[in-house]
């Protein structure tokens, strides 16, 4: 077994916004991924913002097929579609109509025939070998706001005294109709609310049922005027992001190791360390990382990779 002790830096704040899962609503961090880690002293459990492994392992796997899938493409041997779903995705499809009914010799012989999936796994046939942990702070942290202003046209006057004279009348019909869509939706996200609070204590919603249907007709009606453009131009976007300077601690694990799973992952790792961006909003500023990669086995650290800095990673041996 290979242990690889990894700790991860954020050179700018981290912004992720996982699924929300089914019959839940989003968390109030813009459904970034929390875990509980311990409780308080009254038993209540304690939550902290998290790395999620999916998102190293992911990024990983990607970094290693692209570059072959790159190679395969200059000598004309472009993927086929099946080969790039269980390679890239590990979607097998092959796998999952044939579930429960293993062909042991064409196990061996696929995983000997294609080094990521022996690694990495696919489908429901091909276990993978590598184990990647959650990257956690070491004391429990929540997101933080980030906001910013999209401004419309006439926030600046230059450029709108250079629109076209006769498609002004058109801005100000919408911008009129988005203030009173902004009004609408403000008070159906009120109305909504009180209907679940309502629910919850098992009274009569019969009103508020009625009221939410006429605010949500309010809203259509606004954004029927506004055109194609639904959104509003000028609005405070808001994000959350773990901040910058944090160290991230996690493991990746790789179970009956073979020699070509440590090339499979420096490719990996120096793929992340040449654009070592994760999440979302990155064009506001948020995902750069950095990190370093322990390699240990039985007991012995044999080789670090230093990730970051939009450069090839930095490979010592020991």
């Given at each position: 077994?290979?242990?690889i002790k990894a700790s991860i830096k954020t050179e700018a704040p981290l912004s992720i916004a996982m699924p929300v899962a089914q019959g839940s609503r989003e968390?109030?961090?813009?459904?970034?991924?929390?875990m509980a880690r311990g409780i308080d002293e009254e038993g209540e459990k304690q939550y902290t913002a998290y790395l999620p492994a999916t998102t190293i392992r992911g990024f990983l796997r990607r970094g290693i097929v692209l570059e072959d899938m790159k190679e395969a493409a200059e000598n004309n041997q472009h993927y086929k579609l099946n080969q790039a779903y269980a390679e890239l995705i590990g979607q097998d499809a092959a796998s999952e109509q044939g579930a429960g009914d293993i062909d042991l010799v064409a196990l061996k012989d696929t995983r000997e025939g294609s080094p990521i999936l022996d690694l990495f796994g696919s489908g429901l046939g091909?276990?993978?070998r590598l184990r990647v942990s959650h990257f956690i702070?070491?004391?429990?942290?929540l997101p933080d706001p980030i906001t910013g202003a999209r401004k419309d046209l006439d926030d600046n006057e230059e450029t709108f005294d250079l629109i076209d004279a006769d498609e002004?009348?058109?801005?100000?019909?919408r911008s009129e109709a988005n203030s009173k869509r902004a009004r609408a939706a403000s008070q159906l996200d009120g109305l909504q609310r009180q209907r679940r609070a309502a629910e919850r204590k098992g009274e009569d919603t019969k009103d508020l049922v009625e009221q939410v249907a006429a605010a949500e007709a309010l809203v259509k009606?606004?954004?029927?005027?506004?055109?194609?453009?639904?959104n509003s131009s000028r609005t405070i976007l808001t994000h959350y992001a773990l901040a910058a300077g944090l160290e991230l601690e996690g493991k990746l694990v790789i179970e009956n190791p073979k020699e070509r799973d440590i090339g499979l992952l420096e490719t990996g790792l120096n793929a992340l360390s040449l654009f070592p961006i994760l999440g979302a909003h990155s064009a506001r500023g948020c995902g750069e990382i950095s990190g370093t990669f322990d390699f240990i086995k039985d007991g012995a650290l044999f080789k670090r990779i230093t990730i970051g800095?939009?450069?090839?990673?930095?490979?010592d041996d020991f």
């Open positions: 077994m290979i242990v968390n109030a961090y813009g459904n970034f991924p929390l091909i276990k993978s702070p070491s004391h429990n942290l002004k009348s058109e801005f100000f019909e009606k606004y954004e029927a005027v506004m055109g194609d453009m639904k800095g939009f450069e090839a990673a930095r490979v």
